[in-house]
């Protein structure tokens, strides 16, 4: 029977019991139960409401149990229902008495709530770390290829030349405001709701400021109604994680087109690599298909508990307990797209040759002949037409820019003249570039120093 | 090392290893797996390409793994990826050089999809099954109360009575409409991608109707690109299911409603029902708010695989491996909503009483007063005016409509006479409405009576 | 004052009021409104509720109506909330006591749901048009090059060569099942709402019957409630959008990959590109990046009506008026992506020189050498292996399978005699394939010439 | 001809045309497009890269096309595509020269960016407004009530009696962390894009830091290929909105069911009310069934948007001209909805009567019971079972508890004393909360006065 059962004549049926079951799931949280329950009873000693005798009873009884569950040995029961309830009888079988006064002041309701927002809270540390490993490997890419120029595209058309790092670089942004949302969710999910038991607080003398501090909450909250029925910490964890995982889609798509012969710009090694149960010559960069694919269920999941916690009337409702595979579903699955990111980074090497070869085409030069124009004067619009026609006259004769004679950019505007050679082809047009932030050396290797700094990377 | 790792130098990495394994949840394709392949190699000896004796080895060592598996024996290797390479790896294991000519003209990309479609018809059936035993399980209880009058609700306001059994057979139309659906997407569904191989069919003189047919489908499929590179039969069963799930959610918040103290239309049986931690008084029909929860699962699982396949280009790309959590997910999460929806409807009773005696709140004879004054020739936009004045006297008097003397009436409009009182009070205004459809005791009877025609249940 | 207002002492406040409104975007079901007003009063004149002389005003004057707004020329009202409020009350305007009648045995429910699902039933109707047309666009793209050979990706890794038709026809094929699942959606629409009133029908003897067959309805819904709480067509309308959607963000992303330059494979004209304001080489090929692009709203728009549908209890909500917003826009957006999508494949050329050069890269024909080997005799596990190591040899060599000497070949494997050559090289290796759904020559022609016929295109 | 259209020989098709224009919801950027330019026109003057004569006309020019397009004197163009192309053509045709010089060292890319950042920090601040009125309304009405005690609800079922104040101090709560995202989302959104040009920044002497002053922001961006393919901002915001919807949605759902027959807690006036048009009876309080509703638009936004940007390599896309749209959208609703709850809560009033005479039901001091347990020593899953015999008790004798005599109470358990009775009955419930945020009356005076303090509400 049930520990809520007093009043109940016959149990629930075995479809009932499956259905709404969640210890399937929620045993990972144990150890934050259990940490929740450690400080709640060293509470309810300090404040008298239960012996030191009994505290230290149920500290030693959820102590062997914690053991238990991390050697394999904890028997977890669907007919207990949760990780609260598994826990508590298994205290109470195991120590008696004193187990019975653990759920003095609390309800499962704030109980679930503060595991939860524990779990979040190491959940967003350790995703943080692994967004900073991918950050250090993105860097450390860079650093190897200071030099290389590889087209920039707009629509997927080439547009112009970048550096390589830039590129790299700009992912390394990207990830440092994931990082920003992830630390902003942290502290707003750092509070502590345990005390505000079922819904309205407790008529006992506990000390909510206590508990907080001893599980290193900012503070406990404020209202206890607010306290039980409010998800929006794992809405907003599950955003910061859905936006990450689309930056990182977002990768995986450039670097499955780069692996692609028809790019041809980098090649994973056999370690970051699987192949084909049919075709023996393919070399396929899975891993970051799957970074692109899994994206997919990281955003599903942010769905999930969206539609879950719409139109749920004040306080806590059962229609609860589903935010918790959604949110487990997520970080599991953005630590591993991180994790693997940063994996493939380290085993991935460019085909710098390849690359070099590949750049006449595209005109990528073409915006750094207009911005030629400009400085001889003339006004940007005008200028953009007459590259607009010199790269018309190009494609006419099928060469690039910088092969066109004087004769025919005279011919074109007499505005030309032969510094205007210093502006063409791939390499002076990256040298041109000058403004903040912009794909000129200087700035990118600022930018990439000023990254090694602060991701801590040794020279 | 893997299968396809002729030409590879290491292996991939443990965490690549670990985050693109897809054993730990598609084994449970295994049956569709053996049944495709013991199709399949039924046909390529039929067709000359392997013999009759290595057909039966072949056949014979499939029987024995399915029985393994069955018996919790079968070892499921996470190095082998997943439930294909497992099963075929075995195969080898066990009967040696036969075994190396079951991949003879076909790819794991046929063969997933194969599988997936044969895994995805199965979970349809079960589904129409399960839809078609809550729809007895709402006729039955119907039949239970045929004479109940209850609230009809729009806005959640009052707003006319209506029979619980008009009521209850709502909700059986939409089941009848979600199994439709379901129909409809098996249909679509059952083409059979076997022999399009990685995705350009073979030159190997296969048979591609004889496996459809020995595995039931309507026919091949005819583009073997195509065939590997789409999911949206995945998408679409997945829809369906979520318009399901919508409809269940819907019922479920009613119900939820219902059995609240304030409704108190409705109470769960203890087997239904569930108790809180702290407060022994309560019993909460947690089923329902279950149901209504797990619908947002079902919806994030289509979520994901829309986002999935979004902007993949042709053919089979790794990110699809990903389409089969989620399908699972919402197969799981529906036949369960269904079951236990059944359930619910089985165990429950409508306080009639309780009903009986609040139905005279709410003014839910004003239409039928309406309808009486558009029957004596007043337009209905005037009748609708008159009853909102008679209405406006009642609030003031705090009366109901039917305690409305006949001077009062009058003095609002010359036109009533006596026999208005005969549209008057809620049963009165049950038993006049006729139309088809309409929640009049002869419409509503017929309907329950053309329901338990078709659902075969004997009266 | 509103026309429900009889009761009301106060207006409600500008801002309830801008909040509520519906009118600045249901005005487009206006010809529907106006339609099912028509057959309302007809069947309402039939069964003797009003005069046929009144009848014949009404329907004069909502001619009237329908002119003046066709011509630009009826003025919308927000204080008259919605498109029925408007037109009832600007015909009781023009007509007087006649219109008054028009509302006779009907509600704005049950109103609002038969113009949905008849503007629903003319919007597949224009999809369907459309998504013929496309099909029609891609195959006539094919038939301009029977003859040419593209690589097929996996995983975007070019894996084996295929026709160029096959892969358009897979596109056919999909567009297919898209249309199917508009058919079988409309066939679950094509029911009649009208008559179910508020939510529980009429006292009034009218006859759904007429209403049904006069508007082109299937039949009348068969319950009331049914009929005017549930969106489940307008669900299953968006669903099939988004499916659809979803495919064609796929043929978005892959011809945006072929026109780029590295791919190189196709160009579009002049009139379905577009320029950069900054880079004037660019050539853009900017329609199927929206088209990819705005398969997001197609999804959104599906999202927005789950979430709103989930959780409302029965009967008509007044959430569901926000259905009606995201139906059009999806409509709107899939009409615009299907009717770009034809006019991009009118205005495509496949660069075949190009294409064919790149063909050798990739060892395209590694699968079909496999085959070669099962023809042999080597079962394919054996065969898998082997061709990975030729495979192996040609990349330490720097060359392609067909550059192997016999030698080479032998040293790998004896089995190989001199009839291999006669498998290599991509010709040769399409020309191999012989499967139904294959890529080899006879089987594409004729699928293309199947749906030829199936389009009504003439030879 | 476009102002890109240089080497273009044709126009783009009709369909293509209106299928790409932007114009007809962009143009509500002009005001951020012209404050942009106008700071990139100043700082080119600066910088020496313009005089400060065109400067001067280009400005003049700008603020007469401001006050054109305030006035409505403006004519947007479809064929100029967006509302950057259509403002520089105005301005060069009303100012000649100077304004071809306008584009100089920027592009489209980093201008739209701009544009929307700028609107977004305005959005956002002007929500952040809303919130705070609507905060300002729950105070007030909780000032009002301040000693009205409502059921508290779990599961939708009656669980302990709490203070009316403190369920609206509950939303008050959730409605600033609603505000906190928001905030940290405009420190992230400010940050100026402007100068990044296309994609790789310039080779032109400007001065990103003196735009991004001049415009208020904090800073440029660090990195040029970032700053113009990033959407997170937009993503971020949509979600803080999504989340805020999502409370509001709960609100709806609270107060539309507290506004039923079966609650009647609440009554609406009419000004925030509706009617039908055919049940003069009903007062439907639509405005917070559309708040529900809308909360369903608000999150299919951002599922828009997510799909939008998933996969798409760096660095622009066409695609993500689809940003806007959803993100008006977005802003557009959550406006709305915090006005209108606002409005909302400003026109209610609580039947304070009503809910008295309902609060005896439900045995809403069953948990206050159990703590009078506990304070006697009796271990708390001990009191639990002991007040669960107590409710049955009552349920058998159809009783409340505190009506329970002390004969009865002595022989459930001999712990009982006559002080029982101080812990019986909903307002000695209450009074007995003391624990910090509980709905103890003197915790909630003091959660009350904080936040009138908080919210500058004057005494």
Known sequence: TKLWGGRFEEGVTDAVER?????????????????????????????GLITTGDRDIILEGLDQIEKQIQDGKFEWRK????????????????????????HTARS?????????????????????????????????LASKYVDLIVPGYTHLQRAQPV?????????????????????DCRERVNFCPLGACALAGTGLPIDR?????????????????????????????????????????????????????EFGFLTPSDS??????????????????????????????????????????????????EDKEPLFDSVKAILGMLEVCSEFAQNISFNSKRIQSSLP???????????????????????????????ALCVSKNC????????????????????VYAYLGVENAVNKFISYGSTGSEQVKRQLEDWRVQLGINP
């Open 209 to 261: 400021f206590k508990t907080a501090k001893d599980l290193k909450f900012t503070a406990p909250m404020k209202n206890s109604i607010d306290a039980v029925s409010d998800r929006d910490f794992v809405l907003e964890f599950l955003a910061a994680n859905s936006i990450a995982a689309i930056h990182l889609s977002r990768i995986g798509e450039e670097w499955v087109l780069w692996a692609s012969e």
């Open 400 to 419: 690039q820019l910088t092969e066109l004679e004087m004769d025919d950019l005279k011919a074109v505007h007499p505005v030309f003249e032969a510094d």
């Open 108 to 140: 499962r309701n704030d109980q679930i709530v503060t595991d939860l927002r524990l779990w979040c809270r190491d959940a967003i540390d350790k995703i943080l770390i692994r967004i900073k490993q991918f950050q250090v490997s993105l860097v450390l």
């Open 163 to 183: 550096l390589l790092p830039h590129l790299l670089l700009s992912y390394v942004e990207q990830l440092e405001r994931d990082a920003g949302r992830l630390i």
């Open 79 to 102: 007919d207990r229902e949760d990780v609260h309830m598994n826990i508590e009888a298994a205290l109470i079988e195991k120590v008696g008495e004193p187990a019975k006064k653990l």
């Open 19 to 47: 259905f709404t079951e969640s210890i399937s799931y929620d045993w990972q949280l144990y150890k934050y139960d259990i940490m929740g329950s450690k400080a709640h009873a060293s509470m309810l000693a300090a404040q």
């Open 361 to 391: 085409a595209g005109y990528l030069d073409a915006t750094t002949l207009a911005d030629y124009l400009v400085k001889k004067g003339v006004p940007f619009r005008t200028s953009h037409e007459i590259v607009g026609r010199c790269v």
């Open 272 to 321: 970051v690599s699987t192949g084909s149960s049919i075709m023996p010559q393919k070399k396929n960069p899975d891993p970051m298909e799957l970074v692109r694919g899994k994206s997919a269920r990281v955003v599903g999941d942010l769905m999930t508990v969206l539609v879950l916690c719409k139109g749920l009337p004040q306080a806590y409702n059962r229609d609860l307990q």
